[in-house]
């Protein structure tokens, strides 16, 4: 079946450097969704970015994924870690006709 | 658009109590999903929806768990002779579909219920 893998665990980053925070995916399908959820402390996870064509870029609030078919994989970018960035970060994959499955989660601390 | 709407926020049961929770998914959305997050294991699926009808319930708990969607207003997830292990947070989603002929099936959160039991 379908399943996501992501970075596991804790990633912590000084504030001011760039993220990168890896998904790869595995399905039989030939055209996935896949997506990147943010969840706040506190918070309920909401949609960051969602893509379903190769090689494109998706931009939203200053980060950034590709989905690479080649590689199975939609790593979620950003150029400059902000504080406000420190959250978990869900992968989500999707197919035609299923539901998403959500990938581990990534806990990202930004620190000064 | 109130967004999905959970109710109670918090519970708390004792040891072999029911509890039951409850959704109310954004209006129109076609799909309901029910979820389990602790720290340990992240988020779960449990359950999903779709037009009411139960589609697949892979992630349940089979003994203690069920989940009913009586009408396109709500669904309630209910757990029976509640452990300290069922102990999380259960949060319900609903989206517009559920990866069908459109494929953005962006899901939409509620604040979830903290499910305590002692």
């Given at each position: 079946g379908d399943s996501v893998t992501q970075t596991e665990g804790l990633v912590t980053l000084t504030e001011g450097l760039p993220v990168m925070l890896n998904c790869t995916y595995q399905t039989i399908y030939s055209n996935p969704?896949?997506?990147w959820y943010v969840q706040h402390l506190n918070e309920s996870p909401r949609l960051l970015?969602?893509?379903?064509?190769?090689?494109?870029?998706?931009?939203?609030?200053?980060f950034h994924a590709t989905l690479h078919k080649s590689s199975s994989s939609f790593h979620l970018q950003k150029s400059s870690a902000q504080l406000s960035d420190s959250a978990l970060y869900y992968c989500a994959l999707t197919n035609s006709g299923t539901y998403q499955r959500f990938g581990t989660g990534t806990k990202l601390q930004v620190v000064p | 658009n109130a967004g999905v709407i959970q109710t109670p926020r918090h519970k708390v049961t004792g040891k072999g109590q029911e509890a039951t929770l409850w959704c109310e998914p954004i209006s129109g959305h076609s799909a309901?999903?029910?979820?389990?997050?602790?720290?340990?294991?992240?988020?779960?699926?449990?359950?999903?929806?779709?037009?009411?009808?139960?589609?697949d319930d892979s992630g349940m708990p089979k003994e203690r768990f069920s989940a009913q969607?009586?009408?396109q207003s709500h669904?309630?997830?209910?757990?029976?002779?509640?452990q300290p292990q069922d102990?999380?947070?259960?949060?319900?989603?609903?989206?517009?579909?559920?990866g069908g002929a459109q494929g953005y099936a962006?899901?939409?959160?509620g604040?979830?219920?903290?499910?305590t039991v002692l």
């Open positions: 969704f896949l997506f970015l969602k893509s379903f064509t190769d090689n494109k870029r998706t931009e939203h609030q200053g | 309901v999903f029910w979820y389990r997050q602790t720290i340990v294991q992240g988020l779960e699926f449990l359950t999903y929806f779709r037009n009411q009808a139960p589609i969607m009586p009408n669904s309630t997830l209910k757990i029976q002779s509640t102990s999380a947070v259960y949060l319900c989603a609903s989206s517009l579909d559920d962006e899901q939409f959160f604040p979830g219920t903290r499910l």
